[in-house]
């Protein structure tokens, strides 16, 4: 099927201005996972939800993020009042969830530019 | 928290020679440890995985990781590097509950004719 999937590719915001990044997940994924990759450096873990469980936020840098999931299956990252510091890419995954069934599928992420 | 090391953030191979990309991680628990491969312009991809059982996993393309745990390492090696293989790639741990994982900063292949 579909594989994972972000909107917007690209987007292009204000210092000060909220954003939204949405993901679909792959259909019949329980667990979905946004991470920030900044230039140069490595994937950082943000948010995991997990079936109905409560969302892991524990890797969130401030309180300007969050994330839901509604439904299951679309997410939605939400960061406001924007800062330049935001920039980067942000790639959701989705994976079958528990063991045996851990592998994430990535999405194309969103490249965030703050200006 | 777990911390994940991958030495060189750029390696450079002549095509035919052995690829060698290290990983290093800290962890107080048994880990599940992963190599995921991003190609230009494509998302992250799974390229090879160790949970439990043999401590030599084989992924796709050819490579393959040694999980050591007395080094704490899980290093990737492809014996004859391929043009096709220049990519970034990334080494990922995760606790035994797959909630967080942890991943390297990435170090891109780039492959020489």
């Known amino acids: 099927g579909a594989g994972v999937s972000q909107s917007p590719s690209n987007k292009v915001t204000e210092k000060g201005k909220d954003v939204e990044l949405r993901c679909d997940p792959i259909s019949g994924h329980t667990a979905l996972y946004w991470y920030r990759q900044s230039l140069g450096q490595g994937l950082e873990f943000l948010i995991y939800?997990?079936?109905?469980?409560?969302?892991?936020k524990s890797g969130l840098p401030s309180d300007r993020f969050s994330a839901e999931r509604t439904g299951g299956s679309v997410s939605t990252l939400t960061i406001q009042r924007t800062q330049q510091e935001d920039s980067a890419v942000y790639l959701c995954a989705s994976s079958l969830g528990g063991a045996g069934q851990e592998t994430q599928y990535f999405g194309p992420g969103t490249r965030l530019l703050v200006l | 928290a777990q911390s994940v090391t991958q030495l060189g953030s750029h390696v450079s191979v002549s095509e035919g020679a052995l690829v060698l990309l290290r990983c290093n991680y800290s962890?107080?628990?048994?880990?599940?440890l992963f190599w995921y491969v991003q190609y230009p312009n494509q998302g992250l991809q799974l390229l090879l995985k160790y949970t439990t059982g043999a401590t030599l996993v084989k992924g796709i393309n050819g490579f393959e990781a040694e999980f050591k745990k007395s080094e704490t390492s899980f290093h990737l090696t492809k014996p004859s590097a391929h043009m096709s293989d220049a990519a970034e790639y990334f080494c990922?741990?995760?606790?035994?509950?797959?909630?967080?994982?942890?991943f390297g900063s990435g170090t891109k292949l780039n492959v020489k004719p």
């Open positions: 962890s107080s628990v048994p880990p599940y």
């Open positions: 990922a741990v995760s606790e035994n509950n797959f909630n967080k994982f942890y």
């Open positions: 939800f997990q079936g109905n469980s409560a969302p892991d």
